[in-house]
T-cell receptor, first 113, second 111 residues
Framework: ETGVTQTPRHLVMGMTNKKSLKCEQH?????MYWYKQSAKKPLELMFV???????ENNSVPSRFSPECPNSSHLFLHLHTLQPEDSALYLC????????????FGEGSRLTVL | GDSVTQMEGPVTLSEEAFLTINCTYT??????LFWYVQYPGEGLQLLLK?????DKGSNKGFEATYRKETTSFHLEKGSVQVSDSAVYFC??????????FGTGTRLKVLA
């Protein structure tokens, strides 16, 4: 138990579906992150939120839409995805300091058919 | 730009063997350095960290020393167990929200 909970753990969707991934952290951290982990590729930062304000958006396609209603919750809304979007999506949180470690959830395994 | 280099593996060892996973990085300044581990079917979890030159991070028998001169943070363990089989990530923190992850090194330990 890392204090970061992701749901669902597994998701299968068609290219025309709309779904959402949810992340909740119970650590009192002020920053939350979405990462994408694909086979044979480096872990890829998608979005960062600090106190609900988006601070990073690493040129992510608009079919991925993040939402951070408060400092404990983070969503990733998915629509009209492509098969190459199939991956493990990891949520993380941290307390922003000069050496703040990341706390990761267990990930949501997404398969796009 | 900032980057990290570690072998992809898999590294295959027998139980009780000595482990070294090399990590070198390129970054401006002196980043905090982390090793994360990912067990099958799980997310990443912090294994150890070091925040300044010559610091040694240690946890669960693993150690790594922050070497400023060689910009390296090699991971070592004297005697690996089957339960250490996982993917290991070296990750410099190069900005407030920026951590550089590579593809990780897969370790397989055979009984």
């Amino acid at each position: 138990e890392t204090g970061v909970t992701q749901t669902p753990r597994h998701l299968v969707m068609g290219m025309t579906n709309k779904k959402s991934l949810k992340c909740e952290q119970h650590l009192g951290h002020n920053a939350m992150y979405w990462y994408k982990q694909s086979a044979k590729k480096p872990l890829e930062l998608m979005f960062v939120y600090n106190f609900k304000e988006q601070t990073e958006n690493n040129s992510v396609p608009s079919r991925f839409s993040p939402e951070c209603p408060n400092s404990s919750h983070l969503f990733l809304h998915l629509h009209t995805l492509q098969p190459e979007d199939s991956a493990l999506y990891l949520c993380a949180s941290s307390q922003v300091t000069s050496s703040g470690e990341l706390f990761f959830g267990e990930g949501s395994r997404l398969t796009v058919l | 730009g900032d980057s990290v280099t570690q072998m992809e593996g898999p590294v295959t060892l027998s139980e009780e063997a000595f482990l070294t996973i090399n990590c070198t990085y390129t970054a401006t300044g002196y980043p905090s350095l982390f090793w994360y581990v990912q067990y099958p079917g799980e997310g990443l979890q912090l294994l150890l960290k070091a925040t300044k030159a010559d610091d040694k991070g240690s946890n669960k028998g693993f150690e790594a020393t922050y070497r400023k001169e060689t910009t390296s943070f090699h991971l070592e363990k004297g005697s690996v167990q089957v339960s250490d089989s996982a993917v290991y990530f070296c990750a410099p923190q190069t900005g407030t929200y920026k951590y550089i992850f590579g593809t990780g090194t897969r370790l397989k330990v055979l009984a």
